[in-house]
């Protein structure tokens, strides 16, 4: 991961805000492709910069692959920083292959992936609702999580942001504010109360963090 603070990499997500958020294409493997690039650094102006010149070269639309890229961009970052608030705390422990995509950290023994996760329009309930029926919920993530590379039915710890005015979006840049809840999370941690998802094929063990404000 770049060195970069917390507080930089809120910075430069924030950066993001001053434009509107859509995703006006459905995530594909040929525009991944074309927006791989934003692996590559943390910082906000090189990677308009490199939008400007794939958009270019590939003789794209600009608004298409400005969404695309810059949503990739900020939710790749904003993830990248979540992991690392989890590895900082005691009791937590980085996986042991960085690039193993079912397991981004070990917590009291048990491994996890993790998901930052806007409040889904599609589950079509309340936050109340959903606050006081995990299981449902979950239930849910997994049946529609994305069908690229992040798909599957290993444990999973989904960080779930709401706000009132309905940009949820927004608050995956709060990173200092998203540190205090993971580090109360960890700090009381209790594996006894994670939810047990069965499938067919699979067993899991899941919990949600709720971050609202």
């Not at 594909?28 to 070269?57: C, G, H, Q, R, S």
């Not at 960890?186 to 006894?192: E, G, L």
């Amino acid at each position: 991961m770049v060195d970069l603070s917390l507080l930089g990499i809120e910075q430069e997500l924030k950066k993001r805000h001053a434009y509107s958020y859509a995703w006006g294409r459905k995530q594909n493997d040929l525009w991944d492709n074309y927006t791989n690039f934003i692996y590559k650094t943390p910082y906000w102006e090189p990677v308009v910069e490199v939008m400007k010149a794939t958009i270019d070269a590939y003789d794209l639309d600009k608004k298409e692959l400005f969404q695309y890229a810059a949503n990739r961009w900020y939710n790749f970052w904003s993830a990248m920083a979540v992991e690392k608030i989890f590895t900082q705390i005691e009791g937590v422990t980085p996986a042991v292959n960085n690039k193993d995509r079912l397991v981004d950290f070990n917590l009291n023994g048990i491994d996890f992936d993790h998901k930052t996760s806007i409040f889904p329009k599609g589950f079509k309930q309340t936050l109340y609702y959903a606050q006081n029926h995990k299981e449902e919920l979950l239930y849910w993530l997994y049946k529609n999580q994305s069908q690229q590379q992040r798909k599957h039915l290993e444990n999973r710890l989904f960080l779930m942001v709401y706000t009132q005015d309905g940009e949820h979006w927004k608050l995956k840049a709060e990173i200092t504010w998203l540190q205090s809840i993971i580090q109360n999370y960890v700090r009381t941690f209790d594996a006894s109360l994670l939810t047990p998802l069965n499938w067919s094929e699979k067993s899991a063990l899941s919990d949600i963090i709720w971050a609202v404000k």
